[in-house]
């Protein structure tokens, strides 16, 4: 069991933690322009580019902290697929069963029960692909239960484009600005101890 942490209303962030989170929002503020500016394009062909799925990748992203980076990555997508297709079987399931005769109400509470349980009970063995995040894709992409199976394909491409343009890309700005600030203290450090030694 995880400890019990003490509610903190007011912190003071770590240093550089406002710079690196700036740097995340200028990323994601610059592909919310692109997207914006390529909208009837990514939204014109059979498979679109889908907001939602897109952009949600990046916010399950940085929810993740107790991950690395390399892990968030593939809990993200993995987890997210399997929020998906899990989202298409439960419609496709409940019209298969209320053709044979069951209730609507039936018919989705089984699916519901076998889903939810499938992403609960089968986290501790195969946490990348049942996840919160998976949780989080099913339940957004029922939403609107009519889209979910002929979104599923536009869907599985935003998430993926997500994961790789957004989570890749700020990972990668991550990883340079952390290294960058490791060199400058190293670096401060070495001139500190050479000061020393000609005093």
Do not use: D
């Amino acid at each position: 069991m995880n400890e019990i942490k003490k509610l903190t209303i007011v912190s003071k962030p770590p240093k550089g933690k406002m710079t690196g989170l700036l740097i995340v929002f200028a990323w994601i503020i610059l592909w919310n322009i692109i997207y914006q500016a390529c909208h009837n394009i990514l939204t014109s062909g059979p498979i679109q580019v889908i907001n939602w799925s897109f952009f949600i990748s990046v916010t399950i992203f940085f929810m993740q902290e107790e991950l690395s980076y390399k892990e968030r990555f593939w809990h993200t997508l993995c987890g997210g697929a399997v929020g998906l297709l899990i989202a298409a079987g439960v419609v496709k399931g409940c019209v298969a069963l209320m053709g044979a005769g069951l209730s609507h109400f039936a018919a989705i509470s089984i699916l519901l029960v076998i889903a939810i349980a499938a992403l609960i009970l089968l986290h501790p063995y195969l946490p990348v692909f049942f996840n919160n995040v998976g949780f989080c894709y099913f339940i957004v992409s029922l939403i609107n239960s009519k889209e979910t199976i002929s979104s599923l394909p536009s869907n599985l491409l935003s998430l993926l484009l997500g994961s790789i343009i957004l989570n890749l890309g700020c990972s990668a700005l991550l990883t340079l600005y952390i290294n960058n600030k490791k060199k400058k203290a190293v670096a401060a450090s070495q001139e500190k101890e050479a000061a020393a030694a000609n005093k």
